[in-house]
């Protein structure tokens, strides 16, 4: 039985001749959440070289030599405050009282810069105690895990000023509510983190 080709007038359409309607923002949150996992996927390549160069110390200092556990637990501390005080911000944008969110946003930002401060003041110290990325596998492993997760600290206070000025001057509108829960996600995000980075480099590392 031989097969017979169906023939029609109707050109072949290989793409929509419209492209279909979205709600405004409606495709963000999926977006975000696609760059968080990529970030994920950044940090857990970062924790696996920690773990495999972390104990390398090519007969230099260790951990226990190095750590100010205090300094560390102190320098967590502002960043879970962060987070709690990021959580206040949500919750006023939530009633749309723009100067509580403001003044809120205006905390978090300030405990983020006491984390950044404290972790400058960290690799300070350790240089000048000579503990430099070249030093050893170690260190190398330890300044490029920590350094970046302070880099999206940075990234995440620039971003928290720029949409403190646009909540500023153009108030708790949609765009901007939606932006200050994809930034409310990063910053949690880091929190999660940070976690990770306290326990696995600095309390294990002390245990070694």
């Known amino acids: 039985m031989s097969a017979t ?6 050109p072949v359409v290989f793409h929509l001749p419209e492209e279909p309607h979205h709600p405004e923002g409606s495709s963000t949150g999926l977006g975000f959440w696609m760059y968080l996992m990529s970030d994920c996927l950044i940090f857990a390549m970062l924790f696996a070289t ?8 090519a007969a230099g ?3 226990k030599e190095l750590f100010d556990l205090d300094l560390v637990a102190v320098n967590t501390a502002m ?3 962060s987070s709690i005080t990021y959580g206040f911000a949500m919750l006023a944008m939530g009633k749309n009282r723009i100067n509580q969110t403001l003044i809120w946003l205006a905390v978090t930002g300030l405990f ?10 960290e690799f300070a110290h350790l240089i000048h105690e000579g503990a430099t990325p070249q030093r050893s596998a170690f260190l190398s492993s330890f300044f490029v895990l920590v350094g970046t997760h302070g880099l999206h600290v940075t990234f995440g206070i620039i971003w928290l000023v720029t949409l403190m000025v646009q909540v500023k001057f153009k108030g708790l509108i949609p765009a901007n509510k939606r932006r200050l829960m994809c930034l409310s996600m990063f910053w949690h995000f880091l929190d999660v983190i940070w976690i990770g980075v306290f326990t696995f480099v600095y309390l294990l590392g002390m245990l070694r």
């Not at 080709?5 to 109707?10: S, Y």
């Not at 920690?50 to 110390?57: A, P």
Request: net charge negative.
């Open 79 to 81: 960043l879970l405050f």
């Open 112 to 121: 983020g810069l006491a984390f950044l401060g404290i972790e400058l003041y």
């Open 61 to 63: 200092p260790g951990p």
């Open 5 to 10: 080709a169906i023939k029609t007038d109707e």
């Open 50 to 57: 920690f773990g495999v160069l972390g104990g390398n110390y």
